[in-house]
């Protein structure tokens, strides 16, 4: 069974510092590994999807990358803004298998 | 293109009562996908389907069921409502092919007293 952890729970840092979210997972057979943004009491909104054949995906200040041999993804991001505070989860999708299991998210928040 | 449509976005049930949460997508994905999110966890998965007429259990499918008779709608009927499914349902698609990357619904608050 897959299992996802993502450390730690909650994250406050200073406006304009740069940061990294953490996201383990089990087993190291998987499909791809999707990044999600969710603000309080709103759905979830897709940041970046690496495949497992892929090391890494940036879009704008963020960067993801995976590394399946020790079952780890990073999300970096960039020079921090108050409006990057929320809950941040990842979603881990096995090899032959039609689901995705999900982290428990970190929640950033961004003091200016 | 509307992606993934939830209905409806806040309901009220009491114990014991029955609802269906309602789920189209219109992009034509194999794959769709029912969650429950409670306060300060993430998605668990209660059911998913891989095409019209299949679907199969998740994480935690008691108190639920589903049926998938067209690609677009995939309902989620919770009978007997209790307390413990008070929460926040996702529905979510994927194509089934490709980099099969997750689209989520906006979601549907459940409380049941």
């Known amino acids: 069974k897959q299992e996802v952890t993502q450390i730690p729970a909650a994250l406050s840092v200073p406006e304009g510092e740069n940061l990294v979210l953490n996201c383990s997972f089990t087993?190291?057979?998987?499909?791809?590994l999707q990044w999600f943004r969710q603000d309080p009491g709103k759905g979830l909104t897709s940041l970046l999807l690496?495949?497992?054949?892929?090391r890494e995906q940036t879009s704008g200040r963020l960067n993801a990358s995976l590394d399946k041999s020790s079952g780890r993804s990073t999300l970096y991001i960039a020079a921090s803004q108050p409006g990057d505070s929320a809950t941040y989860l990842c979603?881990?999708?096995?090899?032959?298998?039609?689901?995705?299991?999900f982290g428990d998210g970190t929640t950033l928040t961004v003091k200016p | 293109n509307a992606g993934v449509t939830q209905t409806p976005k806040f309901r009220i049930l009491k114990i014991g009562q029955s609802m269906t949460l309602q789920c189209t997508q219109d992009?034509?994905?194999?794959?769709m996908y029912w969650y429950r999110q409670d306060p300060g966890m993430g998605l668990k998965l209660i059911y998913y389907?891989?095409?019209?007429?299949?679907?199969d259990k998740g994480e935690v499918p008691n108190g639920y069921n589903v049926s998938r008779s067209t690609t677009e709608d995939f309902p989620l009927r919770l009978e007997l409502a209790a307390p413990s499914q008070t929460s926040v349902y996702f529905c979510?698609?994927?194509?089934?092919?490709?980099?099969?990357?997750?689209?989520f619904g906006s979601g549907t608050q459940l409380s049941v007293l």
């Open positions: 389907s891989v095409g019209a007429g299949i679907t």
């Open positions: 979510a698609s994927s194509s089934g092919t490709g980099d099969e990357k997750l689209f």
């Open positions: 087993d190291s057979a998987i499909y791809n």
């Open positions: 979603a881990v999708r096995r090899a032959n298998a039609g689901k995705s299991t």
């Open positions: 992009m034509n994905h194999n794959y």
């Open positions: 690496i495949q497992s054949s892929q």
